[in-house]
């Protein structure tokens, strides 16, 4: 709905174009000095149709945007012509109508140009967001629709058919105070505006110091119009304003429509700065070189006495002004670096802005990105790139802005950064296009360098430590899991033999009490007879006890293993699990003996095998040159402590492998093995 509302505007506006240039088409024709100069027909009728087209854009996007609504209350500028177009054809020609009408005309023309004009204020007073300054700043706004009111009502004071458009009013009644009073006020809201305008440009950078560099080229082009058409009729001795002299001011406001749009809609807000750096040193050079040769012209020839005609003064001084510009030059440059770029363009505040950011970021995380903020603010670079070099870790890096981080490798100006002769790192800096860097701009930036280097030592200081930190505690948390391992594997080890214990031994050692006793309650002469028959079966039962412990006490640490070496002891192993188990020794590990943790590892890796695979089991054992490769296969059944004989593999400085395939798993293990001594 509101969108609709916008383009209506335009649709009206189009047609008060319209019929403006028909009107003043009939009263007069539409190239003549007064059409072009006092009415300001195309350029103000199309600055009128510019606003409602880039409010209607800005409301279509921004329907809450306050700027497009009043670049639709501005539009009212194209109805305002039309009418007053309309009143002089009647009243000065011969248009249809009657002279009341005309009045009347003349009077709704000066009802509605008023809000108009004080629109433009409004806008000004609130670009680029839409939002004051501050709120302190309301009474600007105050005062500016206080001053319309007041306007508006003397206007609405003074009879409709009496009226005549730029008569003075100031002595009739009440309607003159309320006349000056109004125009007073705005003239202070126009005033408040423009100090707004300025404290805004001083205050923002990057995308919003465009933006407002858009606008306020928009108004310092509307300044210099009013300025011109103020000066020349006075210069040329009171004569009429010349369609030239206008020019400019019609220019500008043509401008201010497309400007605010950019600025608001972002639309391609290209190198503004730079345009208008540019733009600002041509002017002032000229308007310097200008002033010098006219002055020198004159003071030359009232010396000599030749007025200011005649070859010798002009040649003298074109000499001095070229011999003056040079430094002047340096001036002109510094101060339109200053408009155009703000803070970018004073070295000793971006230097001090830098130290106190430096000081705000001793970390490496908040550090390189405020550096490289600093870096790209004070030359005015398009991109910045911070490296910090670290020793015992990966570089640090920061890039600005922060969504061109995907491609650090950009090409561009780079200033090592070098502390007490080490280089810890560079910055650098990408330059627009069209805006190289100046011998200045370079300066400042090595001086950037040089005092950003404790802070980058100091950071990398940091950044080691972190990393440090960060390895210990991954250390704690490996020492913690070794140890929940260690834990988890002597509680299951522990289970184990409480297992083998009852299965083994004490399936022999339940029955001997009551045996026993039975002994005990027999005669002396029943016991002898009874000897083979009792005691045989306890007998027997205590060495399958003792036997069973023997393998238990084997499993825990086989004597075998240390006495006679680990394919003897592999051996007794596979024979004394019973299965169909084989073991092959290559030639290469035949009597040799390793490190008693090697051997221990490989012992116990095939004790847990063989307790999970099911027949047929096989145990390859080879040592070629300092490594022991042991190899087991069988089916699995499903239990295998692959985590256990990892730790246990590890510990020794050995790595495991497995694969499984079919049911048929296949562990592999390679232990450092050098040669001790070998077996005779």
């Known amino acids: 709905m509101r969108a609709r509302i916008a383009w209506a505007v335009l649709g009206l506006t189009t047609l008060a174009v319209i019929l403006d240039t028909a009107f003043t088409a009939a009263h007069g024709s539409l190239m003549s000095e007064a059409t072009w100069a006092d ?9 009128g149709a510019g606003c409602a087209l880039m409010g209607a854009l800005i409301v279509s996007r921004y329907p809450r945007q306050p700027l497009g609504w009043l670049l639709c ?39 509605l140009g008023w809000p108009a004009f004080t629109a433009l204020i409004m806008v000004f007073l609130i670009s ?45 009644g009440i309607s003159g105070p309320l006349l000056i009073v109004g125009v007073i006020l705005v003239a202070a809201g126009l005033v408040a505006s423009a100090v707004s305008l300025v404290l805004r440009l001083r205050r923002a950078r990057d995308d919003v110091r465009r933006q407002l560099l858009w606008v306020a080229s928009s108004a310092a082009a509307l300044a ?20 030239l002299a206008a020019l400019p001011l019609h220019v500008a406001q043509l401008a201010v429509p497309l400007c605010v749009a950019v600025a608001v809609l972002r639309h391609r807000l290209l190198e503004i700065d730079l345009i208008v750096n540019r733009a600002l040193v041509l002017a002032m050079a000229t308007g310097l070189v200008a002033v010098g040769y006219v002055a020198v012209v004159v003071v030359v020839g009232l010396a000599v006495g030749g007025g200011t005609g005649g070859f010798w003064p002009s040649l003298l001084a074109t000499a001095l002004v070229a011999m003056a510009f040079q430094p002047l030059r340096r001036r002109v440059v510094r101060v339109a670096d200053r408009l155009a770029f703000g803070a970018a363009a004073a070295p ?14 001793p970390d490496p995380s908040a550090l390189l990105p405020a550096v490289a903020d600093a870096a790209a603010h004070a030359v005015n670079a398009s991109r910045a790139i911070v490296l910090l070099h670290v020793e015992a870790g990966p570089d ?29 790192g560079s910055i650098t800096v990408a330059m627009p296009a069209g805006h190289p860097l100046r011998p200045r701009e370079q300066r400042l930036l090595a ?7 404790m802070a980058f030592r100091n950071a990398r200081l940091t950044a080691e430590l972190s990393g440090q930190v960060e390895q210990l505690g991954h250390r704690t948390r490996d020492l913690a899991e070794s140890r929940r391992r260690l834990i988890s594997a002597g509680d299951a080890e522990r289970s184990r033999l409480e297992r083998a214990i009852a299965r083994q031994v004490v399936l022999h050692l339940a029955p001997l009490p009551d045996r026993l006793r039975q002994l005990s309650h027999l005669d002396h002469h029943a016991t002898t007879a009874l000897d083979a028959a009792l005691l045989g079966p306890l007998v027997e039962s205590l060495n ?108 020794a400085g050995g790595s495991v492998s497995m694969t499984a395939e079919d049911g048929h798993t296949v562990v592999e293990v390679r232990l450092p093995a050098p040669e001790r001594v070998a077996v005779p």
Not at 97 to 106: E, F, I
């Open 39 to 47: 009415h300001g027909w195309p350029l103000i009728s199309l600055a």
């Open 73 to 111: 209350a501005a539009s009212l500028i194209s109805v305002t012509l039309a009418a007053e177009a309309y009143s002089a054809w009647v009243l000065d020609g011969d248009g249809p109508g009657s002279p009341y009408w005309a009045h009347v005309s003349a009077w709704a023309a000066s009802l």
């Open 128 to 172: 680029p967001d839409g939002h004051l300054l501050s709120p302190r700043w309301r009474w600007a706004a105050r005062v500016t629709v206080v001053g319309l009111s007041l306007h508006t009502l003397g206007t609405l004071t003074i009879r409709p058919g009496e009226f005549v458009y730029g008569e003075q009013y100031g002595t009739r």
């Open 224 to 243: 210099f119009g009013v300025v011109l058409i103020l000066l020349v009729p006075r210069i040329q001795g009171g004569q009429e304003l010349t369609w």
């Open 348 to 361: 000793y505040e971006a230097l001090a802005d830098f130290s106190r950011r430096l000081g705000d970021s």
């Open 396 to 424: 640090r890096m920061a890039v600005w802005p922060p969504l061109g981080a995907d491609d650090p490798a950009a090409s561009g100006v780079e200033m090592p950064v070098i502390d007490r002769g080490e280089r810890l």
């Open 447 to 453: 001086d950037l360098a040089d005092q950003a280097g």
């Open 544 to 651: 399958t006890a003792l036997e069973a412990l023997r393998e238990i006490t084997r499993g825990v640490f086989p004597a075998q293993l240390a006495r006679s070496g680990l394919p003897t002891a592999l051996g007794s192993l596979l024979a004394r699990a019973g299965s169909t188990g084989r073991l092959v020794v290559e030639d290469s590990a035949v009597g040799r003996r390793f490190d008693p943790w090697v051997e221990a590892a490989a012992y116990f890796c095939v004790a847990e095998a063989t307790r999970d695979f099911g027949d047929p089991v096989v145990v390859v054992l080879t040592a070629r040159g300092d490594q022991l490769q042991l190899v087991v296969s069988g089916s699995d059944r499903g239990g295998l402590p692959l985590g256990h004989i990892r730790d246990r593999v590890e510990a």
